[in-house]
């Protein structure tokens, strides 16, 4: 009977917190450190209040450009691209987990909405927070290493547009900088601003080729930013978005992945 109690206790504590995390994240207020700290809402982005689906236009006129900010982008599902073998005739999603925990959301990223000739819209991400390295676990095991970015991105929607409606797509690249940084060094010393150019003078030079000759070339990615929700009173738009682009390399040292992110967003266009 005392233990059927204090079961009752603690589920009713777990129960009280869950919800009282829920409301708070629901209302969009402004919240304290102490409210947020051990809660992983410093993860969450936020969501429209006021808003359905279907219904609702930012109205942006021809030549237009208008600013956004606020731009939050959390992770909700990781892939791993794997080629496709003697029985599938097309590349793998894998599944993958998350690792690194509440460290995956971009945030506060800033950027520019213009409305062309043609009805279409170009947004253009300007700074931010707009990287974040994070760390996915494959089912075997196998640990990815990847620099979740929209830096640099440059966005179009389909043509004959009036404005950002909950119809509205946004496609575009990314640049993905490498996850490594200049002066990052091997176990062996070996760097491409600092350390040594070789573990092992010209024996290790030249059977170790990739590790040695370090490179932190940007690749590109894809970037899609599908709206759902639209508040027209306030300019605020949320949806959904899926990223394709490559993990880290180690400079150079091993050969990247092809990584797919999907995840939720959310920004406010000041109109």
Known sequence: MRFCTYALIVLTAVLSLLFANSAIAATNLPLTYDQIKGTGLANKCPDILGASRGRGIISIENGQTVTFSDMCLEPTAFFIREEAGKKRKEPELVPGKLVTRATSSLDFVKGTITANPDGSLTLTEKEGLDYQPITIQLP????????????????????????????????????????????????????????????????????????????????????????????????????????????????????????????????????
């Not at 950002?164 to 200049?182: L, N």
């Not at 070996?190 to 490179?215: C, P, Q």
């Not at 978005?241 to 400079?251: I, N, P, V």
């Open 140 to 271: 075997g095991g196998e640990r990815v290493a990847i620099l979740f970015t929209i830096k640099g991105y440059k966005a179009t929607t389909q043509s004959g547009l009036n404005g950002i409606t909950p119809s509205t797509d946004f496609e575009g690249e990314t640049d993905v900088p490498t996850y490594r940084g200049a002066n990052f060094i091997d176990p062996k010393g070996r760097g491409l601003a600092i350390g040594y150019d070789a573990a092992e003078a010209l024996t290790a030079k030249r059977d170790d080729f990739a590790k040695n000759n370090k490179d932190d070339r940007t690749s590109k990615g894809k970037m899609s930013l599908q709206v759902a929700k639209v508040n027209s009173e306030t300019g605020e738009i949320a949806g959904t978005f899926e990223c394709e682009q490559l993990s880290g390399t180690d400079l150079g040292a091993i050969k990247p992945e092809e990584v797919v992110i999907r995840g939720v967003f959310y920004a406010k266009v000041n109109i």
